[in-house]
């Protein structure tokens, strides 16, 4: 090596790092980032977020004073229905409520994203619509929660509206088989049911079975085609079948807050439906698509993703609104 290497390097590394150099000193000895906590950064409360999920203990919400019964309906394909069932279910087990999912969807994806097995043969909705098992014997404990059970659906499902036709009260199957007397030895504090992307019988029971109706719509163009189909369906079961079933919850799916049209659907959608609409808005996420090809909900798949995080708000926030309805018609 030249001197003139030698020397280079020397100059280099001549000032050890323990110098009293003072533009070193101010380098290492001035930390701004000690006067700001964790919880003030977006990661940090993120991570915050993410161990009330890993952590239920951290976060409890009310029992309310009855058993709400859900029905998750919209006709339209793709809203993100099913995957709003399952996140909600588990948003709400996750802060210590009980919730029973009920699949009523031939292609069982409901009970994939739970972790429940629902081979052909299973006791399942199918055989619990035509009476041959309870409610008590369909119903399993998902995997991953203590607070999360489902009513599987199998591919026999399928076959069901045609037998339900020949049936005596065929509207009300799915009522009696979750009336309070078959429910007696289950503590559920809410019931879910995903309906099928169709309005037939399968829909119908659903409806009648529920007090309440949560419908998802996309932010996305054409949100509202079908949604009126839908309500005219709801009126009809309010006349002749279920004077107390309402639409009290509407919540936004898919929302991409780099685009202009979401913000246009997400206020379109606010003032059709008021204050039915939740003001937790769920975000198009990778996470959330992911989550139900390992089986799982994205709250057990990625608790700190922003999916996830949302999912917790809006069950949160469904809790509340449960109580606060509850209150005022006391």
Known sequence: MSAGAESAVSRETATPPDSTDDSRERDFTHAPYEEISLADTPIGAAAQRASQVLHPGAATLPKPTQRRVFTVANQKGGVGKTTSTVNLAAALAVQGLTVLVVDLDPQGNASTALGIPH??????????????????????????????????????????????????????????????????????????????????????????????????????????????????????????????????????????ARTKLADQVADEVRNHFGDAVLRAVIPRSVKV??????????????????????????????????????????
């Open 119 to 256: 081979t052909s043969g299973t006791p399942s909705s199918y055989e619990l619509l035509l009476g041959e098992v309870t409610a008590k014997e369909a119903i399993q404990q998902s995997p991953h929660s203590e607070r999360l059970y489902c009513i599987p659906a199998t591919i026999d499902l399928a076959g069901a509206e045609i037998e339900l036709v020949s049936m005596v009260a065929r509207e009300n199957r799915l009522k009696n088989a979750l009336s309070e007397t078959a429910l007696a030895d289950v503590d559920a504090d809410f019931i879910l049911v995903d309906c099928p992307p169709s309005l037939g019988l399968l829909t119908v029971n659903a409806l009648v079975a529920a007090k309440e109706v949560l419908i998802p719509i996309q932010c996305e163009y054409y949100a509202l085609e079908g949604v009126g189909q839908l309500l005219r369906n709801i009126e009809l079961v309010q006349a002749h079948l279920n004077p107390e079933l309402h639409v009290s919850t509407v919540l936004l799916t898919m929302y991409d």
């Open 289 to 330: 698509s992911e989550a139900p090809g390992y089986g799982m909900t994205v709250l057990d798949y990625d608790p700190g993703s922003r999916g996830a995080l949302s999912y917790l708000d809006a069950g949160r926030e469904l809790a509340a609104r449960g109580m606060t309805t509850t209150t005022q018609e006391q």
